[in-house]
């Protein structure tokens, strides 16, 4: 163990000194991010491949708001009960955490383009297996399909966008990625509401289609050619998104120094990952997750018709007034994201949901009262909107960017599977069980999701350090004072 330790001194040491000759990695690990040289510019295909990448998080904002706007429909002509919709609501998150686990592994083995056009496959396939469902069977494997596909996308289309992208453009571009979740989750709620939930399954397998079309006119990851050392394929890649003009020769030198520093490297077995000098990191990313999802968003997302139906608000009218909302958050959160930081983001965000969860479970207590009843409406739906704010402008996608900046790079790739998985499993807990918790006590339930807002202000508040415009060596010694 000691010379181990002494190996990852040396290593931490020879970091240093790239850092002093201005070659300063912003990112590590599976993505290998690097700095791009300065001048480099946005160019036509920088922006078309960010696209069509991006097509992948729309069907997954898709994903996440179909069984929504769709409960009703599929209810009325499969005749399915609250316990078996309640399965098909959340049997995505048990795709989701399957391909979760997996995502590092294939986009490491077959490249990043190959991984999302493996993921649309799955998702196609699943979108098509809904629209075409005559039993609850073919419902919940296409919805388990789904999830699969997009557990991939969740891992893959950030780290390719972040792999492509010059330094001063990486942050707003990787915020593309929330923008067009929230895109897609917004569009199916509004247009969920007007059309059939067979018609609204199609939107989300075009959305696949698109992608998979697009794929095959956007180039591979640099980094992840310069990896395999397939020189020749990765400086045309680099010249193809920094332009014909540009001059990508210190950013190349740049990627293949920063490379064999990593294959010197030896990769870390799973069970390292718990030793005492990963606990602080591990305490961050895993904490993030969990409470991200015991908050409540993706069940109040799910099952959002129910929640105003109980709160005698027409379904239809509080799902198009809560889809009209959330794109106008989603560009105010990607605007502030490099501005502010991600804490200050975070306590907006976890206060947000603390307090509007707070005022949902309170109308459900007026409920109960005659002469409060009246409120509760307007309570609810001014509570819901609220949520989805804060929720979209912080807690949505700020712990999956703290995730990508917190591991060391030799453990980096155990530690975002075991995150991601307890990302989606506690997805699926929640989601599975809300609308028993609904049949217990509304009230009850909210307080509760307000109770864990709460929670998620003291944990970021004393424990989630600040990333904005620091680099990771800096960001990951602070967290790893063992190493």
Known sequence: MEVRESMEEGLLESKSNFLKNETKPTSSGANLDLPSATTSSLTPVLVFSTFVAVCGSFCYGC???YSSPAETGIREDLGLSMAAYSVFGSIMTVGGMVGAILSGKIADLIGRRHTMWFADVFSTAGWLSIAFAKSAL???????TIGFGVGMICYVVPVYI???????????????????????????????????????????AIASVVQIIGLFFIPESPRWLAKLGREKEFEAALKLLRGEDADISEEAADIRDFIEMLEQQT??????????????????????????QLGGNGPMAYYASNIFEEADISGTIGLQVSAIVQIPVAIVGLLLMDRS???????????GMCFSCFLIGLAFCFKEHPHLKALTPIL?????????????IGLGGIPWIIMSEIFPVNVKAQAGSLVTLVN??????????????????????FFIFSGVGGLTVLFVAKLVPETKGRTLEEIQASLTPFL
């Open 63 to 65: 994903s996440l708001g």
């Open 138 to 144: 073919w419902l919940d494997i296409g919805r388990l």
């Open 162 to 204: 972040a792999e492509i992208t010059a330094k001063g453009h990486r942050g707003s571009f990787v915020s593309a990625n929330q923008l067009m979740t929230t895109s897609g989750f917004a569009l199916t709620y509004f247009i969920g509401t007007l059309i059939s939930w067979r018609a609204l399954a199609m939107i989300g």
């Open 267 to 292: 990769e870390a077995s799973f069970l390292e990952l718990f030793q005492r000098r990963y606990a602080n990191s591990l305490i961050v990313g895993v904490g993030l997750m969990l409470l991200q």
């Open 341 to 351: 930081g991600r804490r200050p983001l975070l306590l907006v965000s976890a206060s």
């Open 380 to 392: 609810v739906l001014t509570g819901s909107l609220a949520s989805g704010t804060a929720y979209t």
């Open 424 to 445: 989606w499993s506690t997805s699926w807990l929640t989601t599975y069980t809300f609308n028993f918790m609904m049949e217990w006590s509304s009230a009850g339930t």
